[in-house]
């Protein structure tokens, strides 16, 4: 209460002085002026009553951007090729891309039989780019275990 009595009693800045402007001039020479600014005219009336304003908007869908929230193509998919989780299984699957479980299984076979599962093969097979299967049998490698010697496990 007495911080609140403290500011109330504090003398308020004064503000600076305005420039003078020609303004006020202007309107003590014509003090008419605020009765013809508000003032109807009926004549200008008339004339806006009889304005007819025709717009030709170009069709809704050009102005908008041309139909950017449809769907551009229907993506090719594909079975899987394997599947032992029944309904939580992935059924179907988009070319140029694999399921974790065809993933797994893919590396397992060419891990196994390279011969038989060579890059080509598995890109025939699972409708995917030779480049993309060759970096997958590269370095995706999960079924690679490491043993470190006894000495080097201290120095980790």
Do not use: M
């Amino acid at each position: 209460e007495s911080r609140a009595r403290r500011e109330i009693s504090k003398e308020k800045p004064t503000p600076a002085p305005r420039h003078p402007t020609s303004r006020l001039d202007q309107l003590a020479d014509r003090p008419g002026i605020q009765e013809e600014i508000y003032r109807k005219d009926d004549r200008l009336l008339t004339f806006l009553k009889d304005v007819y304003v025709e717009s030709q908007d170009p069709p809704a869908q050009v102005k908008g951007g041309g139909g950017e929230h449809l769907p551009c193509k229907q993506e090719e998919k594909r079975l899987t090729k394997l599947g032992n989780l029944g309904d939580l299984d992935v059924e179907e699957v988009p070319k140029g891309k694999i399921s974790i479980v065809e993933a797994l299984t893919l590396l397992n076979n060419h891990k196994l039989q390279p011969q038989i599962w060579t890059a080509e093969k598995i890109a025939a097979e699972y409708s995917l780019e030779l480049k993309e299967v060759n970096s997958l049998l590269e370095f995706f490698i999960p079924f690679a275990v490491q043993e470190f010697p006894k000495e080097t496990r201290k120095a980790i």
